[in-house]
């Protein structure tokens, strides 16, 4: 092996006071159960192959879907760590199973809001607060499907 690695931070052990840092609100560890348990509930989020991109006009948010069968999730993320960023996500719809021309509700998983989205949706996230939307996309049983059963 390398001697450069010997003193490296990345290989150090730090103490950690995990206690005092959830006692003032500085832990992730409630967002990561939530994301977790998320995840278990939707077969979309369980697959590899079924990742799909859509378009933002903010280099600092990410957009993206997974779709398996009638479950579709689509997720945006800020990026910025520090800072509130705000976008226009364009979805490409027949990857989430609909017509261009189509909306649709999308219930956020994670603040258990309800949104009615289409084409085009503005979106503002700030970190700390709402850093992410986790959208369950729902679609009436009875709308013809688009794209057939989907990607897994």
Do not use: C
């Not at 206690?19 to 278990?40: F, H, S």
């Not at 689509?74 to 990026?79: C, E, H, K, M």
């Not at 520090?82 to 021309?101: F, K, Y």
């Not at 998983?109 to 986790?134: I, S």
Request: glycine letters at 6%; hydrophobic letters at 35%.
């Amino acid at each position: 092996g390398s001697e450069e690695y010997l003193d490296s931070e990345k290989y150090q052990l730090k103490p950690r006071d995990w206690a005092t840092a959830e006692r003032e609100g500085r832990t992730i560890t409630p967002l990561i159960t939530k994301l977790n348990t998320i995840r278990r509930a939707h077969p979309a989020l369980q697959r590899l192959r079924n990742l799909r991109f859509h378009r933002t006009d903010n280099d600092a948010l990410i957009a993206y879907s997974k779709r398996t069968g009638a479950d579709v999730v689509l997720v945006v993320v800020n990026l910025d760590p520090h800072h509130t960023q705000e976008a226009t996500i364009s979805l490409d719809m027949p990857r989430l199973g609909l017509d261009w021309h189509e909306s649709m509700p999308v219930h956020d998983e994670l603040t258990d809001e309800t949104y009615h989205w289409g084409r085009t949706n503005y979106v503002r996230l700030e970190p700390g607060r709402a850093p992410a939307h986790v959208f369950h996309v729902q679609r009436s049983s009875a709308a013809p499907r688009n794209g057939g059963a989907g990607v897994s």
